[in-house]
T-cell receptor
Framework: DAGVIQSPRHEVTEMGQEVTLRCKPI?????LFWYRQTMMRGLELLIY????????DSGMPEDRFSAKMPNASFSTLKIQPSEPRDSAVYFC????????????FGSGTQLSVL | AQKITQTQPGMFVQEKEAVTLDCTYD???????LFWYKQPSSGEMIFLIY??????QNATEGRYSLNFQKARKSANLVISASQLGDSAMYFC???????????FGTGTRLTIIP
């Protein structure tokens, strides 16, 4: 089992550029989560999907952020245009089924917006 | 709304001693799960232990145990016989039935001293 795969591991971009983060969840998992981690705000849930459908996007900071899950094996988080305050580690996580099931996390994408 | 509180920003513990990391939570949901994750300096999130709100016994996983006191809404993590490799950030989190997002506390940085 390859686990949750995120790409890229590191992304450095300039303010105003579009950034796309990618995630491949564990096969068979029906929940997918995007988290952002910063020193100031800790781990924040941005959005989560169930069976490829967005369920709760209340954590998405603003319209510059968008997330899609076109199929069960792929999700993207896009920031357009990016700003320095978006610099953070972005984690993707997946889980199968109910509340008692743990989330498996990817290794994260370290994003730096200059 | 769910809330997780970890009141210890940092702890220093002598190697081989037991450690208790505090976690309290607040929720109006009758059914929920509590989790602990470890984040070493390399950045990945590692699942440690899970406790369901209706579980009668405290969860144990090797050197990890969860001291669950439902009436007090606390879910402290106990690490027995601490090791240098236990030095990391530790996050308490919860997930409620019907609202599957995982809400994290602010974390405790544990440092094991040789």
């Amino acid at each position: 089992d390859a686990g949750v795969i995120q790409s890229p591991r590191h992304e450095v971009t300039e303010m105003g550029q579009e950034v796309t983060l990618r995630c491949k969840p564990i096969s068979g998992h029906d929940y997918l989560f995007w988290y952002r981690q910063t020193m100031m705000r800790g781990l924040e849930l941005l959005i989560y999907f169930n069976n490829n459908v967005p369920i709760d996007d209340s954590g998405m900071p603003e319209d510059r952020f968008s997330a899609k899950m076109p199929n069960a094996s792929f999700s993207t988080l896009k920031i357009q245009p990016s700003e320095p305050r978006d610099s953070a580690v972005y984690f993707c996580a997946s889980a199968y089924g109910a509340t008692n099931e743990k989330l498996f996390f990817g290794s994260g994408t370290q994003l730096s917006v200059l | 709304a769910q809330k997780i509180t970890q009141t210890q920003p940092g702890m220093f513990v002598q190697e081989k001693e037991a450690v208790t990391l505090d976690c309290t939570y607040d929720t109006s949901d009758p059914s929920y799960g509590l989790f602990w994750y470890k984040q070493p300096s390399s950045g990945e999130m590692i699942f440690l232990i899970y406790q369901g709100s209706y579980d009668q016994q405290n969860a144990t996983e090797g050197r990890y145990s969860l001291n669950f006191q439902k009436a007090r809404k606390s879910a402290n993590l106990v690490i027995s016989a601490s090791q240098l490799g236990d030095s990391a950030m530790y996050f308490c989190a919860m997930r409620a039935f019907g609202n599957e997002k995982l809400t994290f506390g602010t974390g405790t940085r544990l440092t094991i001293i040789p």
